[in-house]
């Protein structure tokens, strides 16, 4: 009696790492859209034109700040971890830099409407953050991928 071969798991590939920051990015773009519209909307209805004009320039900052992350992820999925995380960290320290310079800019604008500027950034970023874990998590990834037989350990 012979035994039949395992099943071939499939490998975890960069294509499928790919595919959910890709989906992650249309999610991005969707929020962002959205959060034009119903902010631009509430903020010109809460603050007149001033309150319209800081939700679109909070609406930028949102997809500059989470765009970021996930195009330096989708970039470096399936290369060299240390590359990965350079450029992921790179990327992170300079979008800080940019968004702390703009935000102290901005606290200084006359036309800007603080309330409206801070609630649609809030909104973006952790709405942002959700739709990312939702990519990642329903992502068709294994968990676990095939052991390549021709892999030789370091060492």
Do not use: N
Not at 74 to 103: H, Y
Request: glycine share 10%.
């Amino acid at each position: 009696m012979t035994t039949p071969a395992p099943e071939r798991k499939p490998s975890i590939t960069p294509d499928a790492a790919a595919e959910a920051f890709g989906q992650a990015l249309r999610f991005l773009f969707w929020l962002v859209g959205s959060l034009a519209v119903v902010g631009g909307t509430v903020g010109a209805f809460v603050a007149g034109w001033r309150g319209l004009v800081s939700a679109l320039v909070a609406v930028v900052l949102v997809l500059f700040f989470c765009g970021t992350t996930v195009v330096s992820v989708q970039r470096t999925a399936g290369q060299d971890p240390a590359r990965m995380v350079m450029v992921v960290m790179g990327a992170w320290m300079g979008k800080m830099l940019v968004v702390f310079v703009a935000l102290a800019v901005l606290a200084r604008q006359g036309w800007v409407h603080p309330m409206v500027l801070g609630l649609v950034l809030a909104v973006g970023v952790v709405g942002s953050a959700l739709l990312d874990y939702r990519a990642v998590a329903t992502a068709r990834m294994p968990y676990v991928g095939q052991w390549d037989e021709s892999h030789t350990p370091p060492g």
